[in-house]
């Protein structure tokens, strides 16, 4: 059911979405998605509570489950971001005022970034999509989750430009050339209607070394990015 769920909430969000869409996505009656939850609002937050969490179950909850409160939704969903979407290398890489290797530094970073997005492709595929038409999703998404990672990206671009680690350039700008492209390759490029074959993993490796050259001066504290040693 949550599988069906996700499918029609990535297609056409959750307010265009209806339950016999999910009930024909199942092959099923759409009556007997009701002895399970009392809305498509109940199926779309448990499948939030879902993500990141495989071990969620329906086991000694009351059912048919009730319908939530967008208020709830948008704080479950809040909660399900900050726990399944950390970013540790680029939070220890902003409190860092000098460091050795600026290109590896930056891989990593990338690196997570990429990582994390593909492991959330598909709740934030639903969440996107839902969140054009719902505000208070919108705000979610696009204010708060979109922004806080265009802000932390931009503060950690500029920091290593003042310390010569990278090239001049509109930091906003830079972070926002980051995220861009890790999000096409680790996320959008999948719902491409026809996508072109790549390998998934020469995909994130590519990705990874272009963006983290393109930063990197070729001059950097601690030595010169082209003599350094390239990680494989």
Known sequence: ML???ARVFGRTGLKQARMTDIAREMGVAHGSLYNYVESKEALFLLLVEQWGRPDVTLEGRELPLRTPSMASIVEQLRQRVHDTFPLPSLDAAMKRKKVADAHEELRAIVLEL???????????????????????????????????????????VAIRMTTGDFHPADPPTAARFIVESVTFFARHRFQDPHPQELDDDAVRQTIVDLVSRSLVSPVAKGGTTGS?????
């Not at 996107?128 to 208070?136: G, N, T, W, Y």
């Open 114 to 156: 990429f990582l994390q997005t593909e492991r959330s492709r598909d709740g934030a595929t639903i969440l996107e999509r839902s969140a054009r038409e719902v505000p208070e999703l919108f705000g979610l998404f696009f204010e708060q989750v979109r922004r806080d990672l265009f802000a932390r990206l931009t503060r950690y």
């Open 3 to 5: 599988a069906a769920a």
């Open 228 to 232: 350094r040693k390239r990680r494989t």
